[in-house]
């Protein structure tokens, strides 16, 4: 009889990433650990990278008009187009617990070959009965971002490089 017995697995720590954030006309003055998205993670262990995206808007001077941006750690395989769950915080001041209110759902996207996400929030749609489907998250819409807002986005995803 053959048995295997794997040896231990390797850790595979966190990397601390700043992914891009954009949108059309949007300007801010963070830089190094104050740029909006600097506590954000990902491991990546062989072809799977796990990603936390935390976005911190405190010194966004203008949220545009544009849809909101990010970017993944690293390609995502070729040809795939995947989709992660996210939210937004958008006024953590007036309401100290995100699990009342004051949150909007996202699903999150990219396009085959871009490590680009496309951010979008869930709505109900105007015919009956009310399909859910994607709005573009922009600095206005569904509702005012300000500086006390926050994004969350997570997820894990499969990648050609090693």
């Known amino acids: 009889m053959n048995t295997l017995t794997p040896g231990p697995i390797p850790p595979h720590p966190p990397i601390r990433y700043s992914p891009t954030l954009s949108a059309t ?8 650990s104050t740029y909006p998205t600097y506590d954000s993670w990902y ?10 995206i935390n976005v911190n808007l405190t010194t966004v001077t203008n949220f545009g008009t544009g849809q909101l941006q990010l970017q993944l750690p690293y390609p995502p395989h070729t040809g795939t187009m995947n989709h992660f769950n996210g939210w937004v915080w958008y006024d953590p001041i007036n309401q100290s617990n995100p699990d009342l209110s004051n949150h909007i759902i996202l699903n999150v996207d990219h396009m085959p070959g871009s490590q680009t996400l496309d951010l979008h929030w869930l709505g ?12 573009i998250l922009t600095g206005s819409s ?7 807002s926050k994004i969350y986005i997570n997820g894990t995803y499969f990648t050609d490089r090693l």
Not at 142 to 148: G, K
């Open 142 to 148: 569904p509702y005012q971002l300000t500086t006390n």
């Open 43 to 52: 491991v990546k262990q062989g072809y799977i990278i796990t990603f936390w």
């Open 25 to 32: 006309g949007m300007t801010f003055t963070g830089t190094n």
């Open 124 to 135: 109900g749609d105007t015919p009956t009965p009310k399909p859910v489907r994607e709005f």
